[in-house]
Nanobody, 121 residues
């Protein structure tokens, strides 16, 4: 397993943007971003395969969020644009040992501590 550290969360007005970063302690394969709002289940947001060539998104963020990675820096990023109040949650970076994209939590075995994103209306 790798250690993951997220950063970049904060408070932003609706319509604004944030860029989340996740730094890994070593090489990673498929990576994902998940989020959890108070009282709700942790849900999938975005995933990227180890090459960076294949991505997938939850329908609610497709077209607004972009996941990318820099393998030389062992890092993955989530660019979030046109933020909405319903995007408010703690965002978690996760690493999988798979090489293909994965949208389910069961495929991820390393998790960061999370970074809070709050979108005000």
């Amino acid at each position: 397993q790798v250690q993951l550290v997220e950063s970049g969360g904060g408070l932003v007005q609706a319509g604004g943007s944030l860029r989340l970063s996740c730094a890994a302690s070593g090489r990673t394969y498929t990576m994902g971003w998940f989020r959890q709002a108070p009282g709700k289940e942790r849900e999938f947001v975005a995933t990227i395969d180890w090459t960076g060539g294949t991505t997938n998104y939850h329908g609610s963020v497709r077209g607004r969020f972009t996941i990318t990675r820099d393998n030389a820096k062992n890092s993955v990023y989530l660019q979030m644009n046109s933020l909405k109040p319903e995007d408010t949650a703690t965002y978690y970076c996760a690493a999988s040992e798979l090489t293909n994209i994965a949208t389910s939590r069961i495929w991820y075995n390393s998790w960061g501590q999370g970074t809070q994103v709050t979108v005000s209306s």
